[in-house]
């Protein structure tokens, strides 16, 4: 896809990418996310994220989020380990109008303390009602047990005693200290010619005061493995296994991406969920996942079952593993899987501002957006025997740790 990029002298980046739809998406991308804080700040992206809708230097709560949505435009945003997203899809004719509102908010907000407290309350009940949710919140206990020690394992929203304590002056400090202009993708795509993005795009970002990038992130080491259970109020068992895995610039993170969409990634026909829930009925849910950061990443697998089932689903499942990785993928399976993996993409595409973000995210990562036929080419281009080494490594009884929650007895 066609895209252009201008940077302003302060650093920041303005991302196009033309389209000729009549509805437009845009997005402010901040590299800056909760394994930045320090542990007396658990929480703290998150709760900014949610304070820069509550008051700027010359608008209130209402008229920020009637800025946008006055005129049907739809605007939210997202924390996650690494990254702040603000983002808005509307018509093409208010790109000036999103553009300066992002300014507003991740700029000129001021954080009046009846906003800091009210806040507060709403992410405490964000935090009870996720901790009310097993088969999320054992991811967030299952990281904190592969990151143990390491800002990488704490909860993106913090928790009760942490927000508790946040304040006005650790917002100001945080933003101060992680809010670099070279780590900043201001990224827009619709119906407008380059100048017009670049203009707009001066007149509200150019001004703000240059503030370089200064490493200050630590790779978590390796952790142990470990095999906990958690006994816990509930009806069902939840388990996560898993292990730390290829960070975003390992040559077999595309491996890694692949052998996750075939062992148990989208779609009914992944082979934990043929083999575990469609032939012997023993979970509902079973999938994995793969999330590559800078400097390491994390693979894992999820199910739920019924407390009786546990150990077959558990023993099912090193079975796969064990036979994916004893009987290599034939070239035919392989490309087979490449084809599938190839066209979900391709479908993926159709999400626009999904597209935008990720599009942000590869020019803040990589400082390029490779094109769809250069990441096609990356899939074709992993082996056989790429893939037996990335199984050999990933699947492995012994470097999987797992996390159970257990119905109490």
Known sequence: ?????????????????????????????????????????????????????????????????????SVGADLNAYTTKEYTCIHASFLNPYLDRTLELFNDIMFHSTFPEEELEKEKGVILDEIASYLDQPEEAIYDDFE???FAGHSLGRNILGTTESVSKLSREDIKAFMAKNYHTDKIVIAVLGNYALNKVIKTGSKYYEAIPSNPYKANRNAPEKAKTVDIISEKPISQAHVVLGCQAYDLHHPYKTGLLLLNNIIGGTGMSSILNLQIREKYGIAYTI??????????????????????????????????????RENPMTEVQ??????????????????RIGLIIS????????????????????IQAVSTNDMAAIADEMLAENNLSSLTFYPLT
């Open 1 to 69: 896809m066609e895209y252009n990029v201008h940077t302003l002298p302060n650093g920041i980046r303005l991302l196009h990418v033309p389209s000729a739809s009549p509805i437009s998406h845009a997005c402010i991308l901040i590299n800056s996310g909760s394994r930045d804080e320090g542990e007396a700040e658990s929480g703290l992206a998150h709760f900014i994220e949610h304070l820069v809708f509550k008051r700027t230097e010359k608008r209130s709560t209402n008229q920020i989020l009637n800025r946008l949505e």
């Open 144 to 146: 904190d047990l592969l």
């Open 287 to 324: 999938e994995t996942g793969y999330s590559p950061l800078s400097d390491t990443g994390l693979f894992t697998v999820y199910f739920g079952t019924d407390k009786e089932k546990l150990d077959r689903a558990r023993t099912l499942i090193n079975k796969e593993f064990k036979k994916f």
């Open 359 to 378: 599009m942000a995210k590869s020019l803040m990562d990589y400082d390029q957006i490779d094109s769809l036929e250069t990441v096609f080419a990356k």
């Open 334 to 351: 392989l490309q087979r899987a490449k084809n599938k993996f190839i066209g979900q993409i391709a479908l993926g595409e159709e999400n």
